[in-house]
């Protein structure tokens, strides 16, 4: 993962490390064009990596994906686990506008 790349416009940024039964999963945001996307918003979406070794990474589908049109950017957050429940807390900014936020 260290020099890891998504392919086209997109990059990697905000690393939300979570370690569950022996497998390390990494959450990143997907940026669009260095905060291009969504308005400038950057249209951020979580990504999912996990690997049991730290050498080799598998690639999930996004764990958090925008799914709605108001929504200009999901922000870094951080994951945890009890009681056989996973939660995630972030943050979203709302896209109300050309550059404008709520």
């Not at 690393?15 to 950057?42: A, Q, S, T, V, Y």
């Not at 589908?61 to 950017?73: K, M, N, R, T, V």
Request: contains cysteine; charged residues 20%.
């Amino acid at each position: 993962m260290q020099y890891y790349k998504p392919e086209g416009l997109f990059f990697a940024g905000d690393p939300m490390p979570f370690f569950h039964d022996g497998i390390f999963h990494l959450f990143w945001l997907l940026d669009e064009n260095h905060h291009k996307g969504k308005g400038g918003l950057g249209g951020h979406q979580w990504a999912h990596s996990s690997s049991r070794d730290l050498i080799h990474w598998e690639q999930h589908p996004l764990a958090l994906a925008i799914d709605e049109e108001w929504e200009g950017s999901i922000c870094t957050g951080s994951v945890f686990h009890h009681d056989d429940t996973f939660y995630a807390f972030y943050a979203t900014r709302k896209l109300t506008g050309p550059n404008i936020w709520a």
